[in-house]
């Protein structure tokens, strides 16, 4: 485990800024903020500041006398398919025995199914809390529900987990907040490489089932959007629905797929500047694509500081990747399970959102852009990540 020092400290400031502020989030996320100049747009699409009106999720379904100190706990994964989540795979596996707790840690290869499968294994092997980052964020209402029933805590992660009473609190990056930053990180990185614009871009989403995908979306259109009205950019293929910019399963090889065809299809005659890319493993697809494709190398964005893409953004091959450290998003969820098992409950949170049938607690941290020029600063305490920058 490293320590991030100058992260952490950017994410307690903009921890503080949120709480100041008092204000809950926009689009299907709770607020979230990495410095106070984006906070007016977030308040500008604020949907769940009605959330008191609704149910609040119940943290005390489940004992509120907590539960004993070796009890297993269980962890349910989506896939393995991106660095996150076989970095959560690890940590939570070593953090929790280290802890004194029983992990249960399982992925599903992306099938709902095997989830629900692996979930309802958790409850009859005694986990008294289960952390789940969905497939589908909105198929696991009933099971999850059973787990409620048992009288288990049922604690999302990464992402949020929809329609259903059956969740106590998500733990995330803000999702909404991520798609700006890569937004923005977009418009700097063509008026930094590419000249005087009007620039050509594409936009590429994530998995159509996973509730960040539509929000990192959002999050990057809210920036966007007034440039491409303005004529200042310029989506060649005029693909700028998420529906059809979406990438099923967050399959890289299918974004290469889409990638190629947009090239072939409308670049004979021109050059490509900029890609909108939700994540890392689609943002080395696309660039892969151009390469081949004979294009000089376009601007493109990212998410989660893979190693290999850290590697790119140094080398300038990537323009950018947004950081959310698995290591800040598991200690805050084993702080919540102490917390449980102490019997002190949920901790207070101001941010709420509404999954559809309640108003979940969300504890958010913010997300952080990097570019070669911040990488070093970003990275300091983080050995791992800074041993790929030379
Ligand atoms: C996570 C990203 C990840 C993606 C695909 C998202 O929900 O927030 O970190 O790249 O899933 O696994």
């Known amino acids: 485990?490293?320590?991030?020092?100058?992260?952490?400290?950017?994410?307690?400031?903009?921890?503080?800024?949120?709480?100041?502020?008092?204000?809950?989030?926009?689009?299907?996320?709770?607020?979230?903020?990495?410095?106070?100049?984006?906070?007016?747009?977030?308040?500008?699409?604020?949907?769940?500041?009605?959330?008191?009106?609704?149910?609040?999720?119940?943290?005390?379904?489940?004992?509120?006398?907590?539960?004993?100190?070796?009890?297993p706990v269980g962890i349910s994964l989506p896939w393995l398919g991106t660095q996150n989540w076989k970095e959560a795979e690890t940590m939570f596996t070593e953090q929790l025995t280290e802890a004194g707790y029983e992990p249960i840690v399982q992925a599903a290869d992306q099938k709902v199914p095997q989830q629900q499968q692996q979930i309802e294994s958790m409850i009859e092997n005694g986990a008294k809390v289960i952390v789940v980052g969905p497939v589908d964020g909105s198929q696991l209402g009933s099971v999850l529900e059973q787990a409620k029933d048992a009288g288990v805590y049922v604690i999302g992660?990464?992402?949020?987990?929809?329609?259903?009473?059956?969740?106590?609190?998500?733990?995330?990056?803000?999702?909404?907040?991520?798609?700006?930053?890569?937004?923005?990180?977009?418009?700097?990185?063509?008026?930094?490489e590419k000249g005087d614009g009007p620039y050509n871009?594409?936009?590429?989403?994530?998995?159509?089932?996973?509730?960040?995908?539509?929000?990192?979306?959002?999050?990057?259109?809210?920036?966007?959007?007034?440039?491409?009205?303005?004529?200042?950019?310029?989506?060649?293929?005029?693909?700028?629905?998420?529906?059809?910019?979406?990438?099923?399963?967050?399959?890289?090889?299918?974004?290469?797929?889409?990638?190629e065809s947009l090239l072939a299809g409308n670049y004979s005659d021109k050059e490509i500047d900029g890609v909108l890319s939700p994540n890392d493993g689609i943002a080395r697809a696309i660039i892969t694509a151009c390469e081949d494709a004979g294009q000089p190398i376009p601007v493109v964005t990212g998410l989660d500081a893979e190693n290999e893409s850290v590697k790119w953004v140094w080398e300038g091959k990537q323009y950018c990747t947004v950081a959310k450290p698995t290591q800040d998003l598991v200690a805050k969820t084993?702080?919540?399970?102490?917390?449980?098992?102490?019997?002190?409950?949920?901790?207070?949170t101001d941010v709420k959102t509404n999954n559809g049938k309640i108003d979940v607690p969300i504890y958010e941290l913010p997300p952080v852009v990097v570019t070669k020029d911040n990488a070093k600063e970003v990275f300091a305490d983080d050995p791992d990540r800074m041993e790929l920058l030379q």
């Open 1 to 71: 485990m490293h320590k991030r020092t100058l992260l952490s400290m950017m994410m307690v400031a903009a921890l503080s800024v949120m709480t100041l502020a008092g204000c809950s989030g926009g689009g299907r996320e709770g607020t979230s903020s990495s410095d106070s100049s984006t906070q007016e747009a977030t308040e500008a699409t604020d949907t769940a500041s009605d959330a008191d009106s609704g149910d609040e999720a119940s943290s005390d379904s489940a004992s509120s006398e907590g539960f004993e100190a070796g009890s």
């Open 201 to 259: 871009i594409e936009l590429f989403g994530g998995g159509p089932a996973d509730p960040n995908a539509p929000n990192f979306f959002t999050g990057a259109m809210e920036v966007l959007q007034p440039e491409i009205d303005a004529g200042n950019l310029v989506v060649v293929s005029g693909q700028t629905d998420f529906t059809q910019c979406a990438t099923e399963d967050w399959d890289n090889s299918k974004a290469q797929k889409r990638m």
């Open 157 to 192: 992660y990464d992402r949020l987990i929809e329609n259903t009473t059956g969740v106590d609190g998500v733990v995330q990056f803000g999702s909404v907040e991520t798609g700006r930053l890569q937004g923005k990180a977009l418009l700097d990185g063509l008026k930094a």
């Open 334 to 348: 084993i702080e919540i399970i102490d917390s449980l098992q102490a019997g002190e409950g949920m901790p207070e």
